[in-house]
């Protein structure tokens, strides 16, 4: 076999792993999306560097459950899970401009309190309004996130 013909070979077994890659990607979507509607959300995983430490990904609301899923991964599984009684909303902000380099178009970053700490999101403005909805409507007797009041 000449080496062409080879070299066409690798050329050809590349792009059909490409190709497969791609069509999983868009299957593991689908099925994410599946049981309720996911939208764009970006997560800060690394907050010690100012700008830094986005990571996009797809939010999905499961139950009393926010979760998150990253963009390029295969894994059908969240990578972040987040229980509505333990998420304190705090506010948000506009982007900085490293910032708006890293995120979604027209997002805004949400600042909560989760139970490991400080939590950053990035979403948009009416994703936004919907997520301040959910976390409002939490169910009758569930305590809220806070200083324990006597």
């Known amino acids: 076999m000449a080496i062409w013909e080879w070299l066409l070979d690798v050329v050809g077994v590349l792009l059909a792993v490409l190709l497969l890659t791609v069509l999983a990607l868009v ?4 099925v ?53 009684v333990e998420l304190e909303y705090h506010g948000r902000r506009s982007p900085d401009a490293d910032e708006q380099l890293a995120l979604y178009p027209g997002h805004v970053v949400v600042t909560c309190t989760g139970p490991r700490g400080a939590v950053e999101l990035a979403m948009g403005s009416a994703t936004l309004t919907g997520f301040q909805a959910w976390l409002e409507a939490r169910p009758p007797g569930a305590e809220m996130p806070g200083p324990v009041r006597r």
């Open 32 to 84: 994410i999306g599946r049981s309720g509607g996911t939208f764009e959300m970006a997560h800060r995983l690394d907050a010690t560097q100012p700008g830094r430490g986005w990571a996009l990904g797809v939010g999905r609301y499961e139950d009393e459950h926010l979760q998150w899923f990253r963009v390029f991964s295969l894994s059908p599984r969240p990578k972040r899970t987040w229980d509505r």
């Open 27 to 30: 299957v593991r979507r689908r």
